[in-house]
């Protein structure tokens, strides 16, 4: 399995999208965005992914590569061995620059991986929990100075528990039963318990619906179907015991006093993903769910998701804390499609001069945060020439905020971009892009 098939998979769970046949309650709400949000992944998210990647120069590779194999063959025809060749000045610069130029197959398999594991993070035993992740096996808190701060693995999540409101389920055939009303098949449950002051169930003490021991009754020309709500001692599925429960009750229909009922019932209501689904195992996941679905409202998902994403690329994937220590070619790659034409460490501050896929002159400066701050990248500046005001360069990118003096560009863009979020905007908004 790809990494796009396995990220495509892990959201159609977080959306739900294989309970299409359930119409009430939060899926209802899930379903108004079933068609929209499949689009997106079956038709949408691969181009815009690759059209995003296309800003990757791969000419500009290739050229790289005949440069360098030139330089080992002059260097083979001057007496060195190979393996000295690759080490000169010359071929090493050349190597660095040539990995700097991803392969954008690569860069997109790298992306959907990378997404596949920000989301799952969150995802845990059908939950999503709002844990702000530092980094692995480490969590973060929000602080903002207080002398004494609570917090909880779901803070900012509400817990609806619907299982405490449990009730019967009936509906009605086509048929005209005795007495002429219309014949009706109720799921009556017989024994509940349920856990108290609205807890969640212990891990392994879920509760589920089980068939009864006397399963099946009629009554006034209704068939009541019976069902205990309780543990199950062999821990099965939900899915798996209404599997079982249809194959027990199917059966006992099949005797001429239940003769009109089972007509109906075991006729097929298909799904996609079930196409020999009964009217009985229809109805009897619609009872199931809905009196079982507990889950957690975030009060602002796509805040939080915004502000995990920006820390989870500058934390887990640029590694902000560890640029000093990467090699400066790196810099391209994470600015996708930008040709180095010069790199240099200048008191500290890494400085790389190139042209983006526009054919303009960008620099890029680099530089760790907790040892230069803004002072002294505007003396850096004042030192070096660099000026945003003048036509030298038309985009400069420096990582981390800044006091630096900005315009605004015909395009109405800004010259001076935070690295941070230039990287961001490349690789996940790709609506500007």
Known sequence: MTNLEKLKELLAELFMLDQADLDFGIYRVMNAKRVEVTHFLENDLLPQVRQTLAAVDTGDRAALETEKAKAIATAVGMGLTREQAEQIPKVKELQARIEAHANPAELENEIFSDLANFFRRYYQGGDFLALRRYKAGVYAIPYEGEEVKLHWANADQYYIKTSEYLRDYTFRLGDIGPGGSPRRVHFKLVEADTEADNKKAATGQERRFILAAEPVQEANGELIIRFEYRPDTDKRKQADLNSQAVQTVLPLLGTPAFAPFYGHLSGLRPTEKNPNRTLLEKHLADYTARNSFDYFIHKDIGGFLRRELDFFIKNEIMHLDDIEAEATSRVEQYLL??????????????????????????LVIWRNVTEKNNADLDAFFQKQGYNTKDLEFAVIYVNGDNNLENLKRADETWKVRRTEDEFKRLMFDVQDV
Not at 340 to 358: C, L, S, W, Y
């Open 337 to 362: 499609g930008l040709r180095v034409a010069h790199m240099d460490t200048i008191r500290g501050f890494k400085v790389v001069q190139g042209e983006n896929p526009a054919g303009e002159k960008v």
